[in-house]
């Protein structure tokens, strides 16, 4: 019966500390890159983040299930060598997602499209988890 008490003079304390959420502020992305949308095929564009940085091109490829923000501390640390871009396969985050194109032969082929149809990529160095191949 004592526990029973215990319990009901906690319940009014536990409830009187909970407070309504308030809204947060919308999420702001604080590294340092610019976004730029490039088409790859009819109705498909992959986004491309561009950290800047001197030197040779530095293209960063993500494995399946991330962006390229998953970059986002990383990338800004190589700009002092190389000029550095990264970017979301198609079907992930703002990249499109069309029902199908998903086999290593079309990510080669969209990789390819980046560089070839942006105004600033040129392929000079390629990084990839070793899952982003597949």
Do not use: C
């Not at 906690?10 to 340092?32: C, F, I, K, T, Y």
């Amino acid at each position: 019966m004592n526990r029973f008490w215990a319990l009901t003079a906690l319940l009014p304390v536990s409830l009187a500390g909970r407070l309504p959420a308030q809204n947060p502020a919308p999420w702001h992305d604080p590294s340092p890159h610019t976004v730029q949308f490039v088409a790859v095929d009819d109705n498909v564009k992959l986004e491309v983040l561009d950290w800047g940085g001197s030197g040779r091109n530095l293209v960063l490829l993500t494995g399946q299930g991330n962006t390229a923000h998953v970059f986002d501390d990383f990338a800004p640390k190589l700009t002092s060598e190389y000029h550095v871009y990264g970017i979301t396969r198609r079907g992930y985050g703002s990249s499109s997602a069309p029902a199908s194109g998903y086999s290593a032969d079309r990510l080669a082929d969209d990789v390819l499209a980046v560089s070839t149809r942006s105004n600033s990529i040129d392929p000079s160095l390629w990084a990839t988890p070793s899952r982003a191949k597949s």
